[in-house]
């Protein structure tokens, strides 16, 4: 695999984990009890913590990478094992 592609494709895992991360640990101003302040959503976050979460979207995109990485190097598989996709040879 060549270094652009695994680029690419780790960067693709990290959004979809990112995404998958997001909803970790959020509360909202309504499931605190807060009030809402006008001009916000009571859906708004109280506190993001966007450093914790991207922080753990690189742990996890990283592990689910290397799980990627080492099936397509090291098993053996390919996309011509798969059987309801076309044969790319």
């Known amino acids: 695999m060549k270094t652009g592609s695994m680029i690419a494709v780790y960067f693709i895992i990290w959004w979809v984990c990112l995404f998958a991360v997001l ?11 807060d009030s809402v302040s006008s001009g916000h959503a009571p859906s708004a976050p109280i506190q993001a913590r966007m450093g914790m979460k991207v922080l ?3 742990v996890v995109a990283s592990t689910v990478f290397a799980a990627f990485y080492w099936t397509i190097t090291r098993s053996g598989l390919s996309l011509d094992d798969i059987w309801f996709l076309p044969d790319f040879r």
Do not use: Q
């Open 23 to 33: 909803p970790w640990g959020a509360k909202s101003h309504h499931e605190a009890g």
């Open 56 to 58: 753990a979207t690189t």
